[in-house]
């Protein structure tokens, strides 16, 4: 079964350093996203990518924040200057048709994002 | 963006047939009714997905009245490791990526 694959699992930094989530979403799909959840709340949506472009983004998702599609496989998400507050597990999600097929959005595993 | 609402948490034992109802009364007809499943430390697996009426997979059964303002998502003979967060999400072909608090469901022995 295709996966959508996030690294690294865990990563600490210092407040303010800059940090870059990496994921590889399934190959055939078109629409990416990446959402958030803070322990023990619910999920939060971030920000979608469709045809190399943002399509939607939250209002969590600030200048701080940033997404690439550097290679034609890999999507990423990059915190400029972390804070406290954006600790968090960050999901990457993918979709083959926008969510309205047979099997909704793909997530990854998460990355366990600690700002110390 | 449509809104869902569920109950926030429900108990039940091993072996029974768990019930999960989702109000949706805003619903577009562009929306698409899709449950997922959450372990802690893991991301949202989906479920199953429907646009109306009864669609069953292996997993899960999943009912959507005529008026669509509502949907219950049917686990049978449910485990302990069906015990996670369940989430009822609406999609408007990549349009509402919103995802509700979800429904905390504990399984005990």
């Known amino acids: 079964e295709p996966e959508v694959t996030q690294t690294p699992s865990h990563q600490v930094t210092q407040m303010g350093q800059e940090v870059i989530l990496r994921c590889v979403p399934i190959?055939?799909?078109?629409?990416f996203y990446w959402y958030r959840q803070i322990l023990g709340q619910k999920v939060e949506f971030l920000v979608s990518?469709?045809?190399?472009?943002?399509?939607?983004k939250s209002e969590i998702f600030d200048d701080q924040f940033s997404v690439e599609r550097p290679d034609g496989s890999n999507f990423t998400l990059k915190i400029r200057s972390t804070k406290l507050e954006d600790s968090a597990m960050y999901f990457c999600?993918?979709?083959?048709?926008?969510?309205?097929?047979?099997?909704?959005?793909?997530f990854g595993s998460g990355t366990r994002l600690t700002v110390v | 963006l449509a809104k869902t609402t569920q109950p926030i948490s429900m108990d039940s034992y091993e072996g029974q047939e768990v019930n999960i109802t989702c109000s949706h009364n805003?619903?577009?007809?562009?929306?698409?009714i899709t449950w997922y499943q959450q372990f802690p430390s893991q991301g949202p697996r989906f479920i199953i997905q429907?646009?109306?009426t009864k669609v069953t997979n292996e997993v899960a059964s999943l009912f959507i009245p005529a008026d669509r303002k509502s949907s219950t998502l049917s686990l049978p003979r449910v485990s302990l490791s069906d015990t996670a967060v369940y989430y009822c999400?609406?999609?408007?072909?990549?349009?509402?990526?919103?995802f509700g608090p979800g429904t905390r469901l504990s399984v005990l022995p």
């Open positions: 990518f469709y045809n190399n472009e943002i399509s939607e």
């Open positions: 999400h609406l999609d408007n072909y990549g349009q509402n990526f919103v």
């Open positions: 805003n619903i577009a007809t562009n929306d698409y």
């Open positions: 190959s055939n799909h078109l629409y």
């Open positions: 429907g646009y109306k």
């Open positions: 999600a993918s979709s083959e048709a926008g969510g309205n097929n047979n099997y909704g959005y793909t």
